[in-house]
């Protein structure tokens, strides 16, 4: 994808866990709020990783700090 004059790319699962913030309570979003201040109501986002089963990808909900 091209914007803006920049390529851009969606993030492998490896790249979008090192956002997750596992020391967030779980009623908040855990996105690094250091890395992205004000994201505070970010959910999911989905990953370039193929998937290990036909039909599904890989995502990580930051409201919970799901990867799946």
Do not use: C, M
Request: aromatic share 14%.
């Amino acid at each position: 994808l091209t914007l803006a004059g920049q390529t851009w790319r969606l993030p492998t699962i490896k790249e979008l866990v090192t956002l997750v913030d596992y020391s967030r309570a779980l009623d908040t979003s855990t996105i690094d709020q250091v890395a992205f201040p004000g994201a505070h109501n970010i959910s999911i986002f989905w990953a370039s990783t193929p998937p290990a089963f036909f039909g599904h990808t890989w995502l990580v909900a930051f409201l919970l700090g799901v990867v799946g």
